[in-house]
């Protein structure tokens, strides 16, 4: 097995099924879909495969329970976190290649307003239990700031304290005309 990857065979046995915690790595494929990339560029190879490679090797993601992380880098080190509640939209992308290789990437746009994804997962093997994942979190993190409201008794003592604060009003509006 390839590190970072831990693949469990569903109950049903018909398939395999990863689990997207699990996910630390890109796929070891992407490293040959980088070389037959740069490859194509022909005289370009080493300005191309070399930042590739890079990013490749020092490419690293981690899923925990507020959200998703992503970084990269070698002498300009980047660090991409995303909580589940900001999560606006997530695909799965492949062209040709990558389809043919079996690999795919995850491309995840928060409400930032940019035209593109903020983030984008490459190297994935299975990419269909990851986006469920993230959809599953992104859910359930907006359902949770949806029920994050006062609840019955806390929007008693939400009246109440208006109603001091209204009538602290009125008592200094009341003293400041008695005073002119």
């Known amino acids: 097995m390839d590190e970072g990857w831990e693949e469990v065979v569903d109950l049903a046995g ?3 099924d990863v689990d997207p915690r699990s996910i630390t790595r890109p796929h070891d494929s992407l490293l ?3 070389i037959l990339v740069s490859a194509a560029t022909l005289v370009a190879f080493p300005f191309v495969f070399i930042p590739a490679y890079i990013r490749f090797k020092t490419l690293r993601y981690r899923f925990d329970d507020e959200g998703v992380s992503m970084s990269w880098g070698l002498l300009f080190h980047k660090e991409v976190y995303l909580t589940y509640r900001r999560l ?3 695909h799965v992308t492949r062209n040709v290649v990558e389809r043919w290789m079996g690999l795919a990437k995850v491309p995840i746009q928060t409400a930032s307003g940019t035209s593109g994804a903020t983030m984008t997962i490459v190297g994935i ?3 269909e239990p990851l986006r469920d994942f993230l959809y599953e979190r ?3 993190a907006r359902a949770e700031s949806a029920g994050e409201g006062p609840g019955p008794a ?3 003592e939400v009246v109440t ?3 001091q604060i209204r009538d602290a009003l009125r008592a200094a509006r009341l003293d400041r005309e008695q005073q002119a």
């Open 161 to 163: 304290l208006l109603r």
């Open 88 to 90: 606006q939209d997530i």
């Open 154 to 156: 806390d929007e008693d």
């Open 14 to 16: 018909a398939g395999v």
């Open 32 to 34: 040959t879909y980088y």
């Open 138 to 140: 992104m859910r359930g």
């Open 125 to 127: 093997r299975h990419p």
